[in-house]
């Protein structure tokens, strides 16, 4: 419990990871809020699975503290610990029947409930996950999103303090993956529990986290919310991960109030505010101005887009993606610069053909800057 009142389910305190001479996860400090749908985004080899088998007791740390519900828990094996965890791979028994796999972890609780209590916990597990009257199939006459359900039932039914899930939608195809994450959501109000989601995929952390924490290399480079990380990342490697930016780099120039002028060593200049969340940024640093592709505005050579930065280029990719187009202009100064223009009234804003002369702009207040 803070000073200010607040309840945390999970708190790492300086907790490092080592496999012989690999460091896989180095000094996280972070704590998820009691009821928070918490996620850990980043690519292969961050550090983020195994930060989730340490929070599960699948492993244990080399240095550092670990805090479930207030309680340490190094040391303390998985099954003792008041979590559980829901897989990539469903691990559901092909031998047992649906209501027997959502009940099989119920004979390790103490005081074990008799079979009758079994059956009925096992059915408000099913009517949870909405698969009410489908205990009595095997898993393989079930869908792939079926079988999830069934997993998170399985993970639900010993009401834990918190529930894990690593990757658990990456098997399912896109349409499904949606309607899962809906369906997360939609647990996850009701239930109150921690949930606590591994993933590489951005959009699904953006969609259903209330906090997300974006790891590289064993360390977590910022935690904020989804709004946060979008709108004020802390360096270049957030704002190039979490949707899509066009980073344009050079050198501090100077800091005039708030705005940063970035000498971009072609003869321009660039002056955005600063992110705000990141590192600060001085005079001569290195340093990055990001601009979103929705915040470009692009047009004909002869009617060119009112704004304060301008520049003409040539369409080199132009993708139709239904509710936007996406153009790929190739300048002079800063190389593919992309802009996305979404559609209104049915129609886009303009339309340009592969290498159709262009020009694209912006205003300086849209770019944002920040370290690199």
């Not at 698969?131 to 079988?147: D, T, V």
């Not at 349409?175 to 995929?201: A, P, Y």
């Not at 003409?312 to 190739?330: A, K």
Request: aromatic share 6%; with cysteine.
């Amino acid at each position: 419990m803070s000073e200010y009142g607040q309840s945390f389910d999970i708190e790492f305190h300086g907790v490092v990871k080592r496999y012989g001479g690999v460091t896989a996860v180095d000094g996280l400090n972070f704590r998820v809020a009691r009821g928070a749908f918490h996620t850990f985004l980043g690519g292969s080899g961050c550090g983020k699975t195994t930060t989730l088998r340490m929070i599960a007791g699948f492993e244990q740390p080399s240095e550092g503290q670990v805090l479930l519900a207030g309680r340490d828990v190094v040391g303390v094996p998985a099954f003792q610990r008041p979590v559980n965890m829901v897989f990539q791979q469903y691990a559901l028994f092909p031998h047992l029947s649906v209501a027997e796999n959502i009940a099989y972890g119920l004979r390790y609780r103490t005081p074990r409930p008799d079979r009758a209590q079994q059956r009925r916990l096992a059915d408000e597990a099913l009517e949870m996950v909405r698969l009410s009257g489908f205990g009595a199939r095997k898993p393989h006459e079930l869908s792939g999103g079926q079988q999830q359900r069934v997993a998170l039932a399985r993970a639900l039914v010993n009401k834990p303090t918190v529930l894990l899930l690593d990757e658990p939608l990456a098997a399912l195809d896109r349409k499904l993956r949606k309607e899962m994450q809906s369906e997360l959501l939609r647990l996850q109000r009701e239930v109150g529990i921690t949930f606590v989601l591994v993933t590489h995929d951005q959009e699904e952390a953006l969609s259903m986290s209330d906090s997300i924490s974006i790891m590289r290399d064993g360390k977590i480079i910022q935690t904020a919310s989804p709004e946060a990380l979008y709108e004020t990342p802390a360096n270049r490697y957030v704002a190039d991960f979490i949707g899509e930016s066009n980073l344009f780099d050079g050198t501090v120039r100077r800091l005039d109030g708030d705005r940063v002028v970035l000498d971009t060593g072609n003869g321009l200049e660039l002056a955005s505010p600063a992110s705000g969340s990141g590192a600060r940024l001085f005079a001569g640093s290195a340093a990055c101005i990001a601009v979103r592709p929705e915040l470009i505005a692009i047009g004909a050579p002869s009617a060119p887009p009112s704004a304060e930065v301008r520049l003409d280029g040539v369409v080199e990719d132009r993708i139709y993606l239904g509710n936007l187009t996406e153009y790929r202009v190739r300048t002079g100064p800063f190389g593919v610069v992309c802009v996305r223009v979404p559609r209104q009234g049915g129609a886009p804003q303009g339309d340009f053909e592969h290498g159709a002369a262009v020009s694209i702009g912006w205003d300086q207040a849209k770019g944002l800057a920040m370290a690199v």
